[in-house]
Each structure stands twice: as structure tokens, then as C-alpha cells.
């Protein structure tokens, strides 16, 4: 049986052609797409409704929106909106997936955020959400959340229940924890180990034990760079480069995650901030060994990727979310398209 396996959009690509690529890969037997809601280049809600709207099957993912940018009663509204627009998969699964995140900084401080308790922050805006979801009305007071007497107040069409699964992106130990206690999925992140995602799991599984239940009721996709060329795999090497350099110097989060040498990273610092321009990132990836981008990523030919991907599959994921760095998205879908590892 082949591997779930998803695309990850972000902002490499113009719009036109990811829609059209996101069309190409449910042809081709894509079962998902994950839209990311990127540094302030694209907003999720609005890709996520293009892609909706223009495949017919595939389920579609925030991954992940960042919960100091919206009320959680927004967030329940758009995607019940969302879902209505989706319709249900093959499976009579929603098409529509809630992906949330703490944001990360320096971002989050200069838009005038306070990034603060986000354990917390992201407990309560889970909780809420899930109730708005049920359509019944829903008090909550929190440090971060209060609601009065809210509901979803849908007048006309389908008043049941929204059955959207809520998923937690997390890197940090005791936010992995978090998604396995009170998340439907965790979406783990790229730009790390095979041995951070089986760490990773441990941590998922400790937290869905305290809520009575056991690792394999809690869905795990990663987001995971694929670089695949086989005309110039050289080529597709540095491009990933470029992309763990932009991660080393902008997101300590992640950082901290691939276990790169901080010398390294202090390096790579001076040259890429944020924000950065794509020239910044192709300079800093000559500072990056050819062995750190291969044992954070999937780069090079076709077989070498589907090799790399099996390698964090063993490691417990569940479904892979390629992130495909080349201009050219069609041997990342082809390469992958009926895969099983």
C-alpha cells in the first residue's frame, strides 16, 4: 500500500503555478496539500480557499497559522467556512484541516506581539476552537481567551458539527506534548534529524498517554524539504543549502532542533537576517557541508530523495509533507506519486 503522502506551499512559487501543481498532484494520487502561512509573504486562509476550490478531492492543511494573528472565534468562523466551501473527501473525512502554531520571534515582537506563556496561549485557543466547532455555545475564560455566550451562528445551510481535525505545529518538547494530549495530529517540523523526529514522537506519545490514549491516535505528518534533480543533483544540493542557512539564521527554534554546530550558525548569522533576500540565502549556503543539508533533508537524484524520506518515515512519521525547493515541482510529485518506502 502506498504512503500518505502531501505537498507543502509556501512562497518559492508563484500562485498560478501552484494551483496548477496542486491540480497535477490529486491527478497523480497526492492525498494532501499544507499551505503555509509564511513570515508576512502569503496568507494560508486565502491560499487554502484557492486550493480548495480548485482540486476536488485532495485535503487541504493550514501549516501552520499562528495564533496571535486571529481571535479564535475567527479562526472557528473561517474554517467552518472553509469547510462548507471544501465539501467532504472520498472517505467522508472534512477536506479541510486547522494547523496552529505560536509564531516565533523576531517576527512576532516586531509586529507588536507578545509572544508570551504560549503553552498556555495555544491550550486555551485549542480548547475554544474545538467547542465553537461542536456548534453549541461556548463560555470561556482563560488568560488569553474569553468568550461569552459565542456560537457559530450559522442561520442558514448546515448547522452540525464541524468535524475539522485541529493539528499543533511544534518543535519544542513540551509543545510536542501538548499536540499528543489534546490535538487530533502534530505537524513536526523540517530542517531536523531523523533521530529529533523519533525524539520527537517519544515526546507526542508521552502527551497522548495522559489523556488515555496511545501514539497511534495521533496523526503525524512532517514538513520535509525534497531538492530533487536528477539532470543536475549538484545543483539541487545547494539549493537545499540555501534553505538551512535561511532556517540557522532566522528561526532559533529550528536551530536548536538540527543539531547543527553553533559556530556554524554564528556564521551563517552575519550573513542571513530577517528578513533576507534570496541572494542572502544562496551566499550563506556555501558556508553549509554538503552532509548537514543531506541529514536534514531529501536533496539530490530521485532515489536518494525517496531514500531520505524513508529514512524519517522509520522514524514515525506518518505522512510526509514535501516542501519542493526546485523551480520545477513535477519530478518531486512524480518521484512520490503511488511511493511506499
Not at 462548507?84 to 486547522?98: F, H, I, T, Y
Not at 509564531?103 to 498556555?120: A, F, H, N, Q, Y
Amino acid at each position: 500500500m502506498s504512503t500518505r503522502i502531501a505537498l507543502y506551499l509556501q512562497d518559492k512559487h508563484p500562485i498560478s503555478y501552484e494551483l496548477e501543481m496542486a491540480r497535477y498532484a490529486e491527478e497523480r494520487g497526492i492525498t494532501e496539500i499544507w499551505q503555509a502561512d509564511t513570515r508576512l509573504a502569503r496568507d494560508c486562509v486565502v491560499m487554502m480557499s484557492a486550493l480548495l476550490a480548485g482540486t476536488g478531492s485532495v485535503r487541504v492543511g493550514s501549516g501552520v497559522l499562528p495564533i496571535w494573528t486571529r481571535n479564535p472565534a475567527v479562526i472557528a468562523a473561517t474554517w467552518s467556512t472553509m469547510w462548507e466551501l471544501a465539501g467532504q473527501a472520498d472517505d467522508g473525512a472534512s477536506r479541510v484541516m486547522l494547523g496552529l502554531g505560536a509564531w516565533w520571534e523576531p517576527i512576532t515582537s516586531r509586529v507588536g506581539e507578545d509572544r508570551r506563556r504560549p503553552l498556555k496561549a495555544m491550550r486555551e485557543n485549542i480548547e475554544s476552537i474545538r467547542a465553537l466547532f461542536t456548534m453549541e455555545e461556548v463560555s470561556y475564560s482563560g488568560e488569553f481567551v474569553n468568550l461569552d455566550r459565542v456560537s457559530l451562528d450559522v442561520a442558514y445551510g448546515d448547522v452540525g458539527p464541524r468535524e475539522i481535525p485541529i493539528y499543533l505545529g511544534a518543535t519544542g518538547p513540551r509543545m510536542l506534548e501538548l499536540a499528543g494530549e489534546i490535538c487530533d495530529g502534530v505537524v513536526l517540523n523540517y530542517v531536523v534529524t531523523p533521530d529529533y523526529i523519533r525524539e520527537a514522537v517519544a515526546r507526542v506519545a508521552a502527551g497522548a498517554e495522559k489523556a488515555g490514549k496511545s501514539i497511534d491516535d495521533v496523526d503525524r505528518p512532517e514538513l520535509l524539504v525534497c531538492s530533487l534533480s536528477d539532470d543536475d543533483p549538484a545543483e539541487a544540493v545547494r539549493t537545499g543549502k540555501s534553505l538551512v542557512a535561511y532556517y540557522l539564521g532566522t528561526e532559533p527554534h529550528i536551530m536548536e532542533a538540527s543539531g547543527a554546530d553553533p559556530e556554524l550558525v554564528e556564521r551563517v548569522k552575519e550573513v542571513v537576517g530577517w528578513p533576507a533576500t534570496e541572494a542572502d540565502y544562496r551566499r550563506a549556503a556555501d558556508l553549509i557541508p554538503d552532509d548537514l543539508a543531506r541529514s536534514l533533508m531529501a536533496v539530490g537524484t530521485a532515489t536518494q530523495c525517496r531514500d531520505t524520506v524513508a529514512e524519517y518515515v522509520d522514524a514515525g512519521v506518518t505522512c510526509p509533507i514535501l516542501y519542493p525547493l526546485m523551480d520545477n515541482m513535477v519530478p518531486v510529485i512524480d518521484a512520490f506519486a503511488d511511493w511506499s518506502p
